[in-house]
Nanobody
Framework: QVQLVESGGGLVQAGGSLRLSCAASGRTFSSYAMGWFRQAPGKEREFVAKISSSGYRTNYADSVKGRFIIFRDTAKNTVLLQMIDLKPEDTAVYYC???????????WGQGTQVQVIV
């Protein structure tokens, strides 16, 4: 069982930056690939970024490539999402995701709101 707690969301002007954090409980952080998803009002949840359990591989949605960076802080059992050049279309609730690399069990955080205004 992994518990995920997101933080760092907020209100920001277009062109601004935010850093989201997701703290994971437990002592097996290295056994999980970590990701970020988001859900805008009236839309389905969509993939944003993913990082492998080792931290060596990352993937991004086309819509955020070049603007978002995902990375792990293994010492703090935390995965972060650095977001720059934010756009109004980035407005959504952002969810942290952990997937066990052995049995594919998946866990979700409660979400953190990001709102980008013009």
């Amino acid at each position: 069982q992994v518990q995920l707690v997101e933080s760092g969301g907020g209100l920001v002007q277009a062109g601004g930056s935010l850093r989201l954090s997701c703290a994971a409980s437990g002592r097996t952080f290295s056994s999980y690939a970590m990701g970020w998803f988001r859900q805008a009002p009236g839309k389905e949840r969509e993939f944003v970024a993913k990082i492998s359990s080792s931290g060596y591989r990352t993937n991004y949605a086309d819509s955020v490539k070049g603007r978002f960076i995902i990375f792990r802080d293994t010492a703090k059992n935390t995965v972060l999402l650095q977001m720059i050049d934010l756009k109004p279309e980035d407005t959504a609730v952002y969810y942290c995701n952990a997937q066990n690399v052995r049995d594919s069990r998946t866990f979700w955080g409660q979400g953190t709101q990001v709102q980008v205004i013009v």
